[in-house]
């Protein structure tokens, strides 16, 4: 597990971001985010309920943001070629151009990262709470995958394929990285819901957060 400082959630507050050390006004709703290592679906459990937020790892201190006070930006630069191959038939046609942030780290884009840090071990049953992707709204499609032999078969959500459950487990302690890719440019909302259930049996959620991706 990464070690890293605990900092406030930015929930569009510009008094509560001039009163904490490293934030500024500047932290306030609107805040713009496309470069550097951010944990997207950052997964937290305040013994109340479930939530996202995005944890900004580019700066230090480290911020918090609830989701809807951030702008999540796939720059032209993250323009990627579809190969050729039924396991890359998730993407479009071989040869289109889509967008993606990619798995492995690439400081000239932002970085997505899957995160359960927060997550206490013995809370959730099976120490794993999911993520869901509910919808998607803008000119393409999201879809999140991993590399490996096959990419199509490594998916965790696909906004374009109704035979995916589009539900990730998130473990506590985990942090992961995977490929976002957006299809076409502009701007998309993805709406992502978090539930579990308690060692106890009782479930918790789901709890709801819209992003925002402004994409090319």
């Avoid at 046609?93 to 071990?121: C, D, F, K, M």
């Avoid at 879809?143 to 459950?165: F, H, I, M, Q």
């Avoid at 709406?191 to 925002?212: D, E, H, I, K, Q």
């Amino acid at each position: 597990m990464r070690a890293f400082t605990r900092t406030l959630t930015v929930a569009g507050s510009i008094a509560a971001a001039m009163a904490v050390g490293g934030l500024t006004v500047a932290h306030a709703a609107g805040t713009t985010l496309s470069q550097g290592h951010v944990d997207v679906l950052d997964v937290e459990y305040d013994g109340v309920g479930l939530e996202l937020h995005v944890h900004d790892e580019s700066v230090t201190p480290d911020v918090e943001y609830a989701p809807a006070d951030v702008v999540l930006r796939a720059l032209p630069a993250s323009a990627y070629t579809v190969p050729s191959g039924t396991c890359y038939s998730h993407l479009g046609t071989a040869g289109s151009t889509v967008y993606r942030l990619p798995q492995v780290e690439n400081t000239n884009l932002l970085w997505p990262g899957i995160s359960g840090e927060h997550l206490a071990t013995g809370v959730f049953q099976n120490d794993k709470v999911q993520v869901k992707l509910e919808s998607v709204t803008g000119p393409g499609k999201l879809t999140v995958y991993k590399n490996g032999l096959c990419p199509k078969s490594n998916r965790s959500y696909d906004s374009g394929d109704a035979t995916l459950t589009n539900t990730r487990d998130v473990a506590a302690g985990e942090h992961d990285h995977a490929n976002w890719v957006f299809t076409q440019a502009g701007s998309y909302t993805a709406t992502f819901s978090v539930r579990g259930t308690l060692t106890n049996g009782t479930p918790v959620g789901p709890t709801s957060a819209t992003y925002t991706f402004q994409v090319g």
